[in-house]
């Protein structure tokens, strides 16, 4: 049964196979391991010191452990294959035992688990022995194991109480791996280390084993659904679906835009927050596109969600007008929804309330304007499928006119790096408001253009 299995999924591979994406994979791959060889000959001085007075076995874990969170952060963006039997292989004699060792395999052989490996390999080559090398790989290579086991259990999971314990458990281990990768490298500078050099690697090693045992066994004991319940035990009602709630709804049910709102909002935050406490005043690239992201991600097609159903609200008592203010708002709502992450920085990093309220102005009002009339060539989005190498929706003119982004990050720039605090927080917010006056009128401009070309548009959506 599992040789089928492999079979039928050979098959669909040698199916849905593109060269485009395949290649496309391989730049991005020979970028990044350009960069990685870039970076270590530039900071060959640094990392010579580094090694003069650390254990290399205690830098191996903590970089394996560090590499955990983009590892995850990956599969959870990019992993796109089924972990539930289809409909039509339930139909067929196939044990959820042979579907739980055809998972196992198709999860070992998943191209991925290559990536992280290949860049501990890379860093090792340069800096340690070829012991501590080898170790470093095969601890890489069994944690990626590990998080593709906790990943397929999160897309398992039928509801929260399956997968909260695995969110926390992966916060967790996160959390305790590199605390214990950084003290490591504190002992080892303080105090010698008992046991060989490799003693540490190893047990990280066991432990990833150990977890992904646990994991699998998880995995294998879930229940998606009960086949032999006759009725549902509650019914629960959806309330009531208001124009303003169908821009929350389709973004938190779809997949092509849930994962990476989600993904880029945590990395963001995590970089906000780990700037120098001295500059975090100055120019803060993560703190900018923290607060513009999801609407700026959403702004490139303003219509791209409505275009599944534009002909239905067509015939409702809505105008156009009224649609693009409702996206206004929403996309406003975004932006002060990410302002209120970073009312704690406030305290305890010591940014400037007037910088944050300047740039809810800016992005909130002005840059969301900006993105407006995307709405004039957006295209019908598929909402259910992965954004990964997705181009189903894009076009040329959206992309050129996406640039117009970079309009509010050099206003942003100028006003930080080149005029007092003050006086810069006072342009962007005077810029902010200007938009945030005129946004009526070029809106209602918007409309009148949009329903001139209505029949181009309507036919658009049906691509």
């Not at 926390?168 to 791996?177: H, Q």
């Not at 208001?242 to 990476?260: A, D, G, H, Q, W």
């Amino acid at each position: 049964m599992l040789k089928l299995l492999l079979s039928l999924r050979y098959i669909q591979w040698r199916r849905n196979f593109s060269w485009k994406k395949f290649l496309a994979v391989l730049y991005l791959v020979g970028i990044m391991l350009l960069m990685i060889v870039s970076m270590l000959f530039v900071s060959r001085d640094l990392l010579a010191d580094l090694l003069a007075d650390f254990s290399p076995a205690a830098l191996a874990i903590l970089l394996v452990a560090m590499l955990a969170l983009p590892d995850f952060m990956m599969k959870m963006m990019w992993g796109t294959d089924a972990v539930v039997m289809d409909d039509f292989l339930r139909t067929k004699p196939i044990s959820s035992r042979a579907w739980n060792r055809f998972m196992a395999v198709l999860l070992a052989a998943d191209p991925w688990n290559l990536v992280m490996p290949m860049f501990v390999a890379l860093v090792g080559a340069w800096l340690w022995p070829a012991g501590v090398t080898v170790l470093a790989v095969l601890a890489a290579l069994v944690q990626t194991l590990m998080l593709s086991w906790l990943v397929a259990d999160i897309h398992k999971a039928p509801d929260i109480n399956h997968s909260l314990p695995l969110w926390v458990g992966a916060a967790v281990y996160y959390l305790g791996m590199t605390g214990l990768g950084a003290l490591l490298v504190v002992m080892a500078k303080m105090f010698h280390l008992p046991g060989s050099p490799w003693t540490e690697l190893v047990l990280f090693i066991v432990l990833d084993i150990v977890l992904t045992g646990v994991l699998y066994l998880y995995f294998c004991r879930m229940r998606v659904y009960d086949e032999h319940e006759q009725h549902a035990n509650s019914v629960r009602s959806v309330g009531d679906v208001t124009l303003f709630s169908t821009e929350y709804l389709s973004v938190l049910r779809s997949k092509r835009f849930r994962f990476p709102i989600i993904m880029f909002t945590i990395l963001f935050l995590l970089q906000s927050y780990t700037f120098p406490h001295d500059d975090i005043n100055r120019m803060n690239i993560a703190l900018y596109f923290l607060l513009c992201w999801p609407s700026l991600f959403l702004g490139q097609w303003v219509f791209g969600i409505e275009g599944n159903y534009f002909h239905g609200l067509w015939t409702k008592p809505y105008s156009v007008e009224q649609l693009l203010l409702n996206k206004y708002k929403f996309f406003i709502l975004l932006t002060l929804g990410m302002a209120v992450l970073l009312i704690p920085a406030i305290f305890f990093m010591g940014l400037r309330p007037t910088t944050l309220l300047a740039l809810i102005l800016l992005l909130g009002c002005g840059q969301n304007l900006l993105m407006m009339p995307t709405c004039l060539f957006s295209t019908r989005l598929d909402l259910f499928t992965s954004s990964f190498f997705n181009y189903q929706g894009a076009n040329m003119r959206i992309t050129i006119y996406s640039l117009i982004c970079f309009i509010p990050l050099a206003i942003y720039a100028i006003c930080t790096l080149a005029l007092p605090p003050l006086w810069g927080d006072a342009v962007m917010a005077a810029i902010g408001l200007a938009a945030l006056a005129v946004h009526r009128p070029c809106i209602r401009k918007l409309a009148q253009k949009w329903k001139d070309n209505r029949y181009e548009n309507m036919e658009r959506y049906l691509k």
